[in-house]
């Protein structure tokens, strides 16, 4: 099974919220709780950037990422990679459409999945 086609199931059963993970220029990790987020079809995850402050900062700053998220039956996943800002286009067009308009809707962060884990164990 394909690392992709892995996520793909494991996002299907996901519940609740996810932390989402940076890292700064110093190496000092900054983890987030986010709710607004989508699975794109390339397997890429678009996470909405609502009330980023560290976070935004250490994107822009070149950090990679990691998600880490919660599966029926409670088994967690790990998504790592590199991460792009995008403050228009059809990406952040369509996660902001799903976020009610209560919120600033910033921005999406896209992490683009390199490593997919589970628990220990590497998926891809």
């Known amino acids: 099974m394909s690392a992709i086609a892995i996520l793909k199931a494991a996002w299907e059963?996901?519940?609740?919220?996810?932390?989402?993970?940076?890292?700064?220029?110093?190496?000092?990790?900054?983890?987030?709780?986010?709710?607004?987020?989508?699975?794109?079809?390339?397997?890429?995850?678009?996470?909405?950037?609502?009330?980023?402050h560290k976070t935004r900062a250490n994107i822009l700053a070149g950090s990679r990422g990691a998600l880490l998220f919660l599966a029926k039956p409670r088994k967690q996943f790990q998504a790592k990679g590199r991460i792009e800002y995008l403050t228009s286009g059809?990406?952040?067009?369509?996660?902001?459409?799903?976020?009610?308009?209560?919120?600033?809707?910033?921005?999406?962060?896209?992490?683009?999945?390199?490593e997919l884990y589970s628990g220990a164990e590497k998926l891809a």
């Open 13 to 52: 059963l996901r519940e609740g919220p996810a932390i989402f993970t940076t890292v700064d220029k110093e190496g000092n990790p900054n983890s987030v709780y986010v709710l607004a987020m989508k699975l794109l079809e390339d397997g890429s995850i678009a996470i909405m950037d609502n009330y980023f």
């Open 90 to 114: 059809p990406v952040y067009e369509d996660l902001k459409a799903i976020v009610a308009p209560k919120y600033p809707r910033l921005a999406a962060a896209v992490l683009h999945v390199e």
